[in-house]
């Protein structure tokens, strides 16, 4: 009888944003009208200068099964080797934004008042490598915009894995940023 051995090497695979690994952080938009809100002038301030206290806008998040890069936080895809565990999503929420958990698809959420964060926990369906999370966003009448072009708003976004124990893997962070 004869004996066949094979070597066979583990390696964890991340939840990321897929980019070159050149040291810069690229970030993820959905694009299109989903990134890119015109606001008319009843949804600013008198001077045009401010969104108004209480506007809301819907942002996606997003993450996908990859490597971890060696020069920046975000990963190489992968089609292979997803993770069956839960994916962690932690959003820092920028100071001109109000967390109203009864808007629509925050329920799921939980806020933590003191760091201004929201977590969710993604239960990955078998066979995905990629999701789609989204929540509603309430301003507070302090985020700037611009007249003339675009004003860019950032989200920081941190992924983990959790272990089985409900413990977080430290190993699996990934920081990607939203806009």
């Known amino acids: ?13 991340v939840m990321g944003v897929n980019s070159p ?9 959905r694009g299109g009208a989903n990134t890119n ?13 401010h969104i108004k206290n209480g506007f809301t ?11 971890k890069h060696v020069n920046d936080t975000e990963i190489t895809a992968s089609n292979y080797g997803a993770d069956r565990r839960k994916t962690r999503t932690i959003l820092t929420l920028p100071s001109s934004i ?17 760091a201004h964060t929201i977590t969710k926990d993604i239960d990955m ?4 490598i990629s999701y789609f999370t989204n929540f509603t966003a309430k301003h507070d009448g302090t985020q700037s915009v611009n007249a003339s072009g675009y004003s860019t708003i950032y ?15 430290m190993s699996t962070e990934k920081k990607i940023k939203s806009l």
Do not use: F
């Open 98 to 114: 109000i967390w109203d958990p009864s808007l629509p698809d925050n329920a799921d959420w939980t806020y933590d008042p003191v």
């Open 37 to 49: 809100v015109i606001i008319s002038d009843d949804e600013t301030d008198a001077n045009h200068s």
């Open 1 to 13: 009888m004869q004996t066949i051995q094979k070597q066979v090497t583990a390696e964890t695979y």
């Open 125 to 128: 369906p078998p066979g995905a």
């Open 155 to 169: 989200i920081p976004q941190t992924n983990y894995l959790i272990n089985d124990d409900g413990s977080v893997d």
């Open 21 to 29: 690994d050149d040291g810069t952080i690229r970030g993820w938009s």
């Open 57 to 67: 806008d819907t942002w996606y998040t997003y993450a996908q099964n990859g490597t």
